[in-house]
């Protein structure tokens, strides 16, 4: 038996009706085992204009490298303000395996949602200064010029920024996943 | 079972492009730089697991919800979940959001002239069952206009958020009534070129489903992304 993937449409500008009962931007509450650390940013248009109505999805491994454990599911919800702004309270994850075992660097997976985008986008959040960015295979496959748009910025103790730029000259590298 | 290596892509013409000008929000939000091809790797290869735990009794029953019933046609909305294989996927979590009878979303930037509904929030959850079916109680939407081009109206459509077994399986789709003369002209339901694809988003009215006195039902079977495994061992 053989069938099609449904075809993919837009979550609309009232996305915020069915999907913000499940808004998390704290996964990791007291207990949960890692290195704490918040991720800011926000959802910037063609015209550098904020995106209010924007939802971002996340999923980690904990940090021990395993997905989906029962102290710690590893996936977050957040819907953008105003002025664009997501947040999110989370661990540092560990080191997954990638393409033919080779270990990846930390990182995390995202889904962005919007009116707008027909489908969504997907990117991915790397941590600065981790000397395992240089050999992450999925990193190695993005032209060099555009890697920093997947590293977020270090923001303070325990804090990282990091925006999606949808396009223009640093626009956000997104994948066909 | 065999080991899921990855997820298959989509069929030609079946999944929209990002930017698709007729629908003009995708102007100034497409990406404009190529995509990168991300091999499936654990990272997308698992997902989010949820429970009866995320959910209260009547998430299901969007008629429920409020002291009185809601205006309007009174459906029920139901199907399977399966992937491109025809295997059914349970256990997963559904979200479903929708305006109410008279084409309105109690929303703070819905500016549309007509009237709310205190009875209805327009908003639903339910996990499918194992064999992958699903089922929500609530009313028809009503159509409404839209600021897109001049005139523009939205066809009745009910939103659908489907998690799957994976990250990679993640859809959002939207599901639209049969006969609806508004579809022919819906940049949205028209943003790909496959017209089967197209009309596998146009639900079915379903006799099996329609409860007698009651309700009448549509059907709208929703289908992931098929799983490429590692071949399995040739039996002797």
């Given at each position: 038996?053989?069938?099609?993937?449904?075809?993919?449409?837009?979550?609309?500008?009232?996305?915020?009706?069915?999907?913000?009962?499940?808004?998390?931007?704290?996964?990791?509450?007291?207990?949960?085992?890692?290195?704490?650390?918040?991720?800011?940013?926000?959802?910037?248009?063609?015209?550098?204009?904020?995106?209010?109505?924007?939802?971002?999805?996340?999923?980690?491994?904990?940090?021990?490298?395993?997905?989906?454990?029962k102290s710690f599911r590893g996936?977050?919800?957040?819907?953008?303000?105003?002025?664009?702004?997501?947040?999110?309270?989370?661990?540092?994850?560990?080191?997954?395996?990638?393409?033919?075992?080779?270990?990846?660097?930390?990182?995390?997976?995202?889904?962005?949602?919007?009116?707008?985008?027909?489908?969504?986008?997907?990117?991915?959040?790397?941590?600065?200064?981790?000397?395992?960015n240089a050999e992450d295979p999925v990193l190695?496959?993005?032209?060099?010029?555009?890697?920093?748009?997947?590293?977020?910025?270090?923001?303070?103790?325990?804090?990282?920024?990091?925006?999606?730029?949808?396009?223009?000259?640093?626009?956000?590298?997104?994948?066909?996943? | 079972?065999?080991?899921?290596?990855?997820?298959?892509?989509?069929?030609?013409?079946?999944?929209?492009?990002?930017?698709?000008?007729?629908?003009?929000?995708?102007?100034?939000?497409?990406?404009?730089?190529?995509?990168?091809?991300?091999?499936?790797?654990?990272?997308?290869?698992?997902?989010?697991?949820?429970?009866?735990?995320?959910?209260?009794?009547?998430?299901?029953?969007?008629?429920?919800?409020?002291?009185?019933?809601?205006?309007?046609?009174?459906?029920?909305?139901?199907?399977?979940?399966?992937?491109?294989?025809?295997?059914?996927?349970?256990?997963?979590?559904?979200?479903?959001?929708?305006?109410?009878?008279?084409?309105?979303?109690?929303?703070?930037?819905?500016?549309?002239?007509?009237?709310?509904?205190?009875?209805?929030?327009?908003?639903?959850?339910?996990?499918?069952?194992?064999?992958?079916?699903?089922?929500?109680?609530?009313?028809?939407?009503?159509?409404?206009?839209?600021?897109?081009?001049?005139?523009?109206?939205?066809?009745?459509?009910?939103?659908?958020?489907?998690?799957?077994?994976?990250?990679?399986?993640?859809?959002?789709?939207?599901?639209?009534?049969?006969?609806?003369?508004?579809?022919?002209?819906?940049?949205?339901?028209?943003?790909?070129?496959?017209?089967?694809?197209?009309?596998?988003?146009?639900?079915?009215?379903?006799?099996?489903?329609?409860?007698?006195?009651?309700?009448?039902?549509?059907?709208?079977?929703?289908?992931?992304?098929?799983?490429?495994?590692?071949?399995?061992?040739?039996?002797?």
């Amino acid at each position: 038996m053989s069938l099609q993937a449904t075809t993919s449409q837009t979550v609309g500008p009232f996305l915020h009706i069915g999907l913000t009962w499940l808004i998390i931007e704290d996964l990791a509450p007291a207990g949960v085992a890692g290195e704490r650390v918040s991720v800011d940013g926000r959802v910037l248009d063609g015209d550098g204009a904020p995106v209010n109505d924007a939802l971002l999805e996340i999923w980690q491994a904990g940090a021990d490298g395993k997905f989906g454990e029962k102290s710690f599911r590893g996936f977050g919800r957040s819907a953008t303000d105003d002025q664009g702004r997501f947040r999110f309270r989370t661990i540092k994850p560990g080191r997954v395996a990638g393409p033919g075992g080779k270990l990846q660097a930390p990182h995390i997976a995202v889904n962005v949602f919007m009116r707008g985008l027909l489908k969504q986008l997907v990117t991915r959040i790397y941590f600065p200064q981790d000397p395992a960015n240089a050999e992450d295979p999925v990193l190695a496959l993005v032209p060099s010029e555009r890697r920093a748009t997947l590293i977020a910025k270090p923001a303070g103790a325990g804090a990282l920024e990091w925006n999606v730029l949808l396009q223009g000259h640093d626009e956000t590298v997104f994948f066909d996943c | 079972m065999a080991n899921i290596t990855g997820y298959r892509r989509p069929a030609a013409g079946t999944q929209p492009e990002y930017l698709f000008p007729a629908y003009t929000s995708t102007i100034k939000r497409a990406p404009t730089k190529p995509l990168v091809l991300l091999p499936h790797t654990q990272s997308e290869l698992t997902g989010p697991v949820f429970g009866y735990d995320d959910l209260q009794p009547g998430d299901h029953d969007l008629t429920r919800q409020h002291a009185a019933a809601p205006i309007g046609e009174r459906i029920i909305v139901s199907g399977q979940l399966r992937d491109e294989d025809g295997r059914a996927v349970p256990h997963t979590l559904i979200e479903i959001w929708q305006a109410n009878a008279a084409g309105r979303y109690p929303h703070r930037i819905d500016q549309h002239d007509a009237p709310t509904d205190p009875n209805f929030t327009g908003c639903g959850r339910t996990l499918t069952d194992e064999r992958g079916r699903y089922r929500f109680v609530t009313i028809r939407p009503g159509e409404y206009p839209w600021r897109n081009h001049y005139n523009a109206w939205r066809p009745a459509h009910i939103h659908f958020s489907i998690f799957g077994p994976a990250f990679a399986t993640r859809l959002v789709t939207q599901m639209y009534f049969p006969g609806d003369p508004l579809l022919a002209a819906d940049p949205m339901f028209n943003c790909v070129p496959d017209e089967r694809a197209r009309n596998r988003l146009i639900s079915a009215l379903d006799w099996e489903s329609t409860v007698p006195e009651f309700a009448l039902g549509f059907r709208f079977d929703i289908t992931l992304r098929g799983a490429q495994q590692t071949p399995m061992e040739r039996e002797p």
